[in-house]
């Protein structure tokens, strides 16, 4: 194989594999490497079994895994002539998560046809009966075994199976933990069954499932649909609308609860909910807002004024519905709360025409999961024209050359070094020296929950829909997007359940409003009188965005960041263009991702 | 794939350079059928080839050189590669079709026997198996033929479980697609 590239691409989240793409489209050859053995970069999908392995990687109190092939690769030397740097990239990529908590809740148990009595669950022990020690066995291992053997006979009568020895012992662990210090002890296993029951049922389905951990939305009108299309790379993919919007409304005489958000004029028209007036006032707004460029006359000063004011002093529309319309219909970023007027505005005229674009809906999401598999089609398009691509592939140093000003190459885990004449790199792939110069206390944190469930929260059974939380204790809000079986993303009858809020300065906020969001929705807390669905499985964390400025970097090194805090791709698209305009800045004819041939003899 | 399609052959290296997937129209019982197929890309060279590839395909083909027994003995695990990677409802009937390549080529170099791979094919549930040239555009007709039959006959049985409307294309609308996979 050649070991001679024009460019070089570490990492294969969506703005590395956009940037591959272009630039293989154009007749340029890439090597696109990923240390991981899956596609998408800090934009994983995951099925059940990696989501639990990535748990064990990132969840704290885990012994962080050291990169012991560069560790060794940078002992034992190298030929390069130059200066060549070490990359740590498991050490990076953990520094993108934080505060990584996995709950799994207990499943109701099966009955057994043939089953004769209850198996009995409750474990006795006299623990002051066994001798310290004796022989080879110790009081310790002796109550271990008892846990165990009562577990693996209670496993055995209600058939649960296929569990890893991890998990078996951990809950033996979690088991013997539990234990009273007192000298007989009763316990009664039953819970920990269930637990295991729910482990059991989502391993059986792993691969049916596909974890979106950065999910966003693709806006219909947006760049990113635009480019999927010119590019026929949009021909790789298939996508689902998100047919409904709801807001959670705290106040009022009905207590808290979800109202279904009106997204367009026949929406409005149809809601039963809305009074006459209010109904009057919200179309008259919303024509207004379409037809805004002509008629700046009326904003009458109100320009740069916050986007709510001018909704609720100008066209005296109520609290509710401005939430609504700031939230939900002019929502592109997490800056929702204080967008001007004329900002907002635009975007809620944004957001009216896309509604009808592809069907009643504004956004879509990608079948099989979000960044990751449009990441996929983009490195297609790379490979079709030529780009090399090796995963699960170590990158352990990075070559520059003898003034340092210049990257040359990487030397991957098979010790060949890779020459380039760019190099693209997600964050991760950096070396150290490089991150520590940017600024980390500007490093942002999103805070991030994904449930699995089998029922809906929503009265109405859809397959997508998005659901706003308007700011309460905490500026920015929260949203919530839940996709069904139809999104090819979890088997048939169960939902998967995204949460997001932003972090901003107040952490502590944060959590309580993503706390709240979780709690309005589902039963997390495990009540019995919860008339909520309870989910099988809970997942929290935190996600770093991550922005190297680029002054702090090699000319020839492009720094991609992960996703950011907007809900769309646009914003990943437009980076990936932006590096491409740079790379080939001497060759301003090149188009980013013209039409592909074919598509024209259609 | 392009002698199938295009009915041309190239023996270039790298011939699938800048061709993405192919479509081709084939009647099957008085039904037109529009085929994508689509090959690898080159991106399994380094074990590279990513889930999304899988999604949703329809039929697998499976391709090897008769003149090479390694490719013939990968077959084997490019089956298994491909029934975990697309996790078909039903793998022990998701249609697979195997090629055998290459026959225009002097018999003293074939390394593979029509009957060991016939065997093959029939110990992994009646695998159809076609010996194919691409280059004397030998069997090839008939080999999609069958691939296209296989698969919509799968496609009908995936329609009565699915009860959602159409995901959203963007680009070309074709109305009915199958995509099979050449490893080859």
């Not at chain 1, 109405?460 to 949203?479: A, C, D, I, K």
Request: aromatic content about 10%; overall charge negative; proline content about 5%.
């Amino acid at each position: 194989m050649e070991d001679n590239f024009h460019t070089i691409v570490l990492g294969t989240g969506l703005v590395e594999s956009i940037i591959a793409g272009a630039l293989a489209r154009s007749g340029k050859s890439v090597l696109h490497l990923d240390q991981q053995d899956r596609y998408g970069g800090s934009w994983p999908t995951l099925n059940i079994r990696q989501l639990l392995d990535w748990v064990d990687e990132h969840g704290s109190g885990m012994g962080k895994e050291v990169d012991n092939h560069v560790k060794t690769i940078v002992e034992n030397g190298s030929a390069h002539v130059g200066s060549s740097i070490p990359i740590y990239f498991t050490d990076n990529e953990s520094q993108g998560y934080k505060h990584v908590e996995l709950r799994i809740y207990g499943s109701s148990i099966p009955e057994r046809d043939h089953k004769e009595v209850d198996v009995d669950t409750t474990i006795s022990i006299d623990v002051a009966s066994i001798p310290l020690t004796d022989g080879t066995s110790t009081r310790q291992s002796v109550i271990r075994e008892t846990v165990q053997n009562k577990l693996d006979n209670t496993l055995k009568h209600y058939a649960i199976g296929g569990l890893t020895s991890d998990i078996l012992n951990r809950t033996i662990d979690r088991i013997i933990h539990s234990l009273p210090p007192t000298s007989t002890v009763t316990i009664d296993i039953l819970p920990h069954v269930q637990q295991l029951a729910t482990y059991a049922n989502l391993l059986s389905k792993s691969r049916q499932f596909n974890i979106d951990l950065a999910p966003k939305l693709v806006s219909c009108t947006g760049s990113m649909v635009d480019n999927l299309m010119d590019s026929g790379i949009g021909r790789y993919l298939e996508f689902k609308g998100v047919e409904r919007t709801y807001m959670y409304t705290q106040a009022g005489e009905q207590g808290p609860h979800f109202d279904r958000v009106p997204v367009s004029k026949e929406d409005v028209f149809q809601d039963k909910e809305l009074r006459y007036v209010d109904k009057r006032r919200l179309m008259k707004f919303l024509t207004f807002a379409m037809e805004h460029e002509e008629q700046l006359d009326v904003l009458d000063g109100y320009q740069d004024k916050p986007y709510r004011e001018l909704i609720e002093e100008k066209f005296s529309i109520s609290t509710r519905l401005a939430d609504a319309i700031v939230f939900a219909l002019a929502a592109t970023n997490g800056d929702a709360h204080n967008v001007t007027a004329m900002e907002g505005l635009s975007r809620t005229k944004r957001f009216m025409t896309s509604i009808g674009k592809f069907g009643p809906f504004a956004y879509l999401v990608p079948l099989y999961g979000g960044g990751s598999e449009i990441a996929q089609a983009y490195c297609r398009v790379c490979a079709v024209y030529g780009g090399i691509y090796m995963l699960d592939h170590p990158v352990s140093q990075l070559c520059m050359d003898e003034n340092k000003e210049k990257v040359t190459g990487v030397i991957g885990r098979d010790g060949v070094e890779y020459k380039c004449e760019w190099l693209v790199a997600g964050t991760d792939y950096l070396p150290s020296s490089f991150l520590d110069g940017s600024d980390q206390g500007a490093w942002q944190w999103v805070n991030m929950a994904v449930a699995i469930t089998s029922a809906p929260f929503h009265n109405e059974v859809n397959e997508v829909n998005l659901t706003v939380f308007p700011p309460q204790s905490h500026p920015y809000g929260s949203y919530i997007l839940t996709v069904g079986h139809g999104t090819q993303v979890c088997p048939e009858g169960y939902y998967i359940v995204f949460y997001s809020t932003l972090c901003g300065d107040d952490e502590a906020k944060s959590d309580d409003a993503l706390q709240s969001a979780l709690s309005a929705t589902l039963n997390v807390d495990e009540d019995p009188i919860s008339s909520q669905p309870k989910p099988l499985l809970l997942l929290k964390y935190k996600r770093r965005i991550r922005q190297i400025p680029p002054s702090s970097l090699p000319f020839n090194l492009i720094s991609c960041r992960g996703p950011d805090d907007t809900l769309d791709y646009d914003g990943a698209l437009k980076e990936a263009k932006d590096a491409f305009d740079i790379i080939l800045a001497n060759e301003p004819d090149r188009l980013f991702l013209p039409r592909p041939e074919e598509m024209d003899e259609e | 794939m392009n002698q199938y399609v295009n009915k041309k052959f190239s023996n270039q290296y790298k011939a699938t350079i800048g061709a993405d997937f192919l479509t081709k129209e084939v009647m099957v019982d008085d039904r037109l059928v529009t085929m994508q197929i689509w090959d690898t890309a080159g991106q399994e060279r380094f074990q590279s080839l990513g889930v999304a590839f899988y999604r949703g395909a329809d039929c697998c083909v499976l391709v090897y050189d008769v003149n090479n027994a390694k490719s013939f003995e990968t077959l084997d695990s490019w089956r298994d590669e491909f029934l975990i990677q697309a996790s078909p409802r039903d793998p022990e009937n998701f249609p697979f079709v195997v090629l055998g390549n290459k026959i225009d080529l002097e018999e003293s170099k074939r390394m593979v026997s029509q009957k060991r791979a016939m065997t093959w094919c029939q110990s992994k549930g009646n695998i159809p198996y076609f010996e194919t040239s691409a280059k004397e555009a030998i069997n090839v007709e008939q080999a999609f033929q069958t691939i296209a039959k296989n698969a919509l006959a799968q496609e009908t049985e995936m329609e009565i479980y699915n009860d959602f409307p159409d995901p959203i294309q963007l680009g070309s609308a074709d109305n009915k697609t199958d995509f099979g996979n050449c490893a080859c």
